[in-house]
């Protein structure tokens, strides 16, 4: 047993500050002492690089971009920020092996790519525009939601506006040459993506539709082909919904989805090597606006930020069967979004 602990990143449009901090206790299976560690505008996404330095979105004067922070001091030490004209990323991702940042930026339609320099500081290396747009209201322009590596160490970045996958090929001076496109059903509205353990499936969650698709991943020329669609909502759901954070457990076997409306997380059994899903639980969130979830090490307890309502549930996970069973749901974290364990 162990005590994790855990960073939460927030909006700060009504109580909260910036980044809190708490602690999951594995034997008592409580969640506890949530303190305040960082103020930033709207850190709404984190990411942790081995060397034990926190990225964080930030919006700053008009301007908005990425914030390094050393994670081994409290409060968070700030050590560079790249703020440029505009809003700020909705996702950042970390590639150990290159020593570079990746930033999804929402609003702008592009990809950033940051050096991680010996200082801790970050360098911009490569801009990536995309443009076009969708079918729904939502989709009046390019928003990458989603920056990171696919298995084989090439970037996909997702587009919640044009409703397409992008692979790239790296360089090892963090350049980006476009390798393929998939393009996903219109209105799909896709938001994050994640990979089987064997690399061979993707699992790619609309935002927009409320739906999970299967992509068969081809590591040849990093393209998509799509296998199966899936809801992550009863079919009798008629208000609002928005699919939002994605899991996938160590062994393949079970994928969990959070939806903001209808307040749940979503559980999926894989079958046939990954290629088949099947929805087998919904559980409520116990809050309103489920963004982020996570989990410790040994994938035994999933933890779940409800933005709307200021509070965190935890759950206990069965291994075999992948169901979740409710723990807590009154620890306190206002505005929650991201969950990172540390």
Do not use: C
Request: hydrophobic residues 35%.
């Amino acid at each position: 047993m162990a005590v994790y602990k855990i960073l939460f990143g927030t909006y700060t449009n009504r109580v909260s500050k910036g980044i809190y901090e708490a602690e999951l206790d594995t034997e008592k299976k409580l969640l506890q002492n949530s303190t305040f560690v960082g103020g930033l505008t709207n850190p709404t996404y984190l990411a942790i690089s081995k060397a034990n330095k926190v990225y964080a979105v930030e919006n700053r004067d008009g301007q908005g971009g990425v914030v390094t922070f050393d994670n081994s001091v409290r409060p968070l030490a700030e050590i560079d920020a790249q703020l440029s004209e505009g809003s700020a990323p909705a996702y950042i991702g970390v590639d150990e092996d290159r020593q570079l940042v990746y930033a999804g930026y929402y609003h702008r339609g592009t990809v950033e790519v940051y050096r991680i320099n010996d200082d801790g500081n970050l360098t911009l290396t490569d801009t990536w525009q995309n443009k076009w747009s969708g079918p729904r209201p939502e989709q009046g322009s390019s928003h990458i939601h989603f920056s990171n590596l696919t298995p084989d160490n090439r970037l996909v970045a997702v587009d919640l506006g044009t409703d397409e996958v992008i692979t790239f090929d790296v360089s090892d001076n963090g350049k980006l040459a476009e390798a393929a496109r998939f393009k996903a059903e219109d209105g799909f509205g896709p938001r994050h993506i994640r990979f089987s353990p064997d690399g061979q499936y993707a699992y790619l969650l609309g935002e927009l539709s409320s739906l999970l698709s299967v992509l068969k991943y081809n590591s040849e020329d990093g393209s998509f082909e799509h296998v199966q669609t899936a809801p992550t909502i009863p079919s009798d759901w008629t208000a609002h919904n928005g699919a939002a954070a994605i899991r996938i457990s160590k062994d393949g076997r079970f994928i969990y989805v959070s939806n903001r409306g209808n307040n749940s997380v979503a559980v999926f059994k894989t079958t046939n090597l990954g290629s088949e899903i099947e929805r087998i639980q919904l559980i409520s969130t116990e809050g309103e606006f489920p963004r982020d979830m996570n989990w410790d090490e040994s994938e035994q307890f999933l933890v779940v930020a409800n933005q709307d309502t200021d509070n965190v549930s935890s759950y206990a996970r069965d291994e075999e069967s992948g169901e979740l069973s409710l723990l807590q749901k009154d620890f306190t974290v206002p505005e929650g979004v991201r969950v990172l364990f540390e």
